[in-house]
T-cell receptor
Framework: DTAVSQTPKYLVTQMGNDKSIKCEQN?????MYWYKQDSKKFLKIMFS???????INETVPNRFSPKSPDKAHLNLHINSLELGDSAVYFC????????????FGPGTRLTVT | KQEVTQIPAALSVPEGENLVLNCSFT??????LQWFRQDPGKGLTSLLL?????REQTSGRLNASLDKSSGRSTLYIAASQPGDSATYLC????????????FGKGTLLTVNP
């Protein structure tokens, strides 16, 4: 059973396009996250939702918009893609937003050409 | 602002050796510290979570210690195996960064048969 899943696994697109990445967790967790891992492998949080409410919103261009339709899903929509958006995007979840382990999905490798 | 440093950046050891990976953080007011493993092209796997009130956690051949006052954690791997080869990431929650995880850049471990 996959705990945290993401689709697609790979995404290649051209500059200026709009794309979405989907994340689902079947762990019954309340909190979900989006992270970005850049070309230097540095991992940094972008957003976090707790019970469908946005609780962390880092300094991310407003071309990035997360959406949580329910506790088990957190999607990431990116408008007007730029070359610098190329990275691996990871979704994660935890039981609550303080003090618990985070469980990561397999990642979505986004390449913008 | 919390900063996490991991030393060394890369480590190569022969199979069977015991080894230590180091992690330091600048703000000791953390909630917890988590060690992850990342295999090439894969997501992160949580190895150990140490709460701020704890001194260490053990799982199999892995032992993680936490010295919150000095801002340090170590991950000890006993009797290393080639399958332990991966990047090991340290992340802390809290310490001026609220509840979000702040990651180090990782230690790339290679265990040679």
């Amino acid at each position: 059973d996959t705990a945290v899943s993401q689709t697609p696994k790979y995404l290649v697109t051209q500059m200026g396009n709009d794309k979405s990445i989907k994340c689902e967790q079947n762990l019954g967790h309340d909190t979900m996250y989006w992270y970005k891992q850049d070309s230097k492998k540095f991992l940094k949080i972008m957003f976090s939702y707790n019970n469908k409410e946005l609780i962390i919103n880092e300094t991310v261009p407003n071309r990035f918009s997360p959406k949580s339709p329910d506790k088990a899903h957190l999607n990431l929509h990116i408008n007007s893609l730029e070359l610098g958006d190329s990275a691996v995007y990871f979704c994660a979840s935890s039981p609550e937003w303080v003090g618990y382990e985070q469980y990561f999905g397999p990642g979505t490798r986004l390449t913008v050409t | 602002k919390q900063e996490v440093t991991q030393i060394p950046a890369a480590l190569s050891v022969p199979e069977g050796e015991n080894l230590v990976l180091n992690c330091s953080f600048t703000d000791s007011a953390i909630y917890n510290l988590q060690w992850f493993r990342q295999d090439p092209g894969k997501g992160l796997t949580s190895l150990l979570l140490i709460q701020s009130s704890q001194r260490e956690q053990t799982s199999g051949r892995l032992n993680a210690s936490l010295d919150k006052s000095s801002g340090r954690s170590t991950l000890y791997i006993a009797a290393s195996q080639p399958g332990d080869s991966a990047t090991y990431l340290c992340a802390v929650s809290g310490g001026g960064s609220n509840y979000k995880l702040t990651f180090g850049k990782g230690t790339l471990l290679t265990v040679n048969p």
